[in-house]
């Protein structure tokens, strides 16, 4: 069983290829609103492969609120311990999606209403997790909390430091898996990246985007290949390929081909819109690695 602990947005997504400049109003061409949050988009990512999935989080009480339980209820994600909060409106990721990249800003709203308090609400779904996956849009200080509790009751965490301005690399002796882009890797350690691989050897995972990920053996460093892709639109394939790692290490896949999993995963994810529109199936994984097998 995986928990994860994290956000849950809705994601305003305008479709543009014309960016207004200060004072300036411009025409965009569509806009959709699509469940997300890096929290919620892991969840689904691991439950669309199979796995037993917790979501702890909040929302607020309103239509969104409402939606996005909602969504994760289809997903077969276990949604009893997301709350609703009374105080504040459910957080939203303002998304402006050009050419298949993307520009977001999030409001976290409810997302920062996550607390140490509600997190010993929680505590025998965590002692009975097999991983618990973290992402940082919620409080730090709350991470660190998680991060205590995972420790003293020996369950693994595997945390996705985006976005990485709150990491303290502290947090390192408590994590078993983090998995930063470059540049949030670059963000937390201050160093090259083959520093910082052979200073956390089967610990530190870099994505790299359509080149696959990377990380270092303890012997020597591992390069997994990204697989070929159509992109329609990037959002999301951070997440999708997080919640496949947590689906897969979960079911005790060895770390390469893990990682080789989830690069599918995300491989996958990108070729649809929406952050959680083109996450995929477990047939659809098996699909994408015999194609590449016989490419
Ligand atoms: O990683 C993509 C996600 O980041 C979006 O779904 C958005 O909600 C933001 O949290």
Not at 160 to 168: C, E, I, L, T
Not at 271 to 293: C, N, T, V
């Amino acid at each position: 069983m995986i928990t994860v602990i994290g956000s849950i947005n809705m994601d305003l997504v305008v479709q543009t290829n014309d960016f207004p400049i200060q004072g300036e109003t411009t025409f965009g061409d569509l806009f959709t609103t699509v469940p997300g949050g890096k929290g919620a988009n892991q969840a689904v990512a691991a439950a669309r492969l199979g796995g037993q999935v917790n979501m702890v989080a909040n929302v607020g009480n309103d239509v969104f609120g409402e939606e996005l339980i909602l969504n994760l209820a289809e997903n077969h994600v276990n949604a009893d311990h997301v709350k609703k909060s009374t105080n504040t409106a459910s957080g939203i990721a303002n998304i402006l999606l050009s050419d298949g990249d993307n520009r977001i800003i999030v409001v976290p709203g409810a997302n920062y209403e996550l607390s140490p308090t509600q997190i010993d609400q929680v505590k025998t779904i965590i002692q009975k997790s097999t991983l618990v996956v973290l992402q940082l849009e919620i409080p730090i200080p709350t991470i660190d909390y998680i991060l205590q509790v995972c420790d003293e009751l020996n369950v693994p965490v595997l945390l996705n430091p985006a976005p990485a301005a709150g990491f303290d690399k502290q947090f390192m002796d408590k994590i078993d898996y983090l998995t930063p882009n470059e540049t949030e890797c670059e963000q937390i350690f201050g160093t090259n990246i083959e520093t910082a691989l052979e200073q956390h050897p089967n610990q530190l995972i870099i994505t790299l985007g359509s080149e696959g990920a990377r990380y270092f053996d303890g012997e020597k460093h591992v390069v997994v290949k990204g697989f070929k892709t159509k992109v329609v639109d990037t959002t999301g394939a951070g997440d999708t390929f997080n919640g496949a790692l947590a689906y897969a290490i979960a079911e005790g896949f060895g770390l390469e081909r893990a990682v080789h999993f989830a690069n599918a995963a995300g491989s996958l994810s990108v070729e649809k819109f929406g952050a959680q529109g083109g996450m995929p199936s477990q047939s659809e994984i098996e699909e994408r690695l015999i194609d590449a097998r016989f490419s």
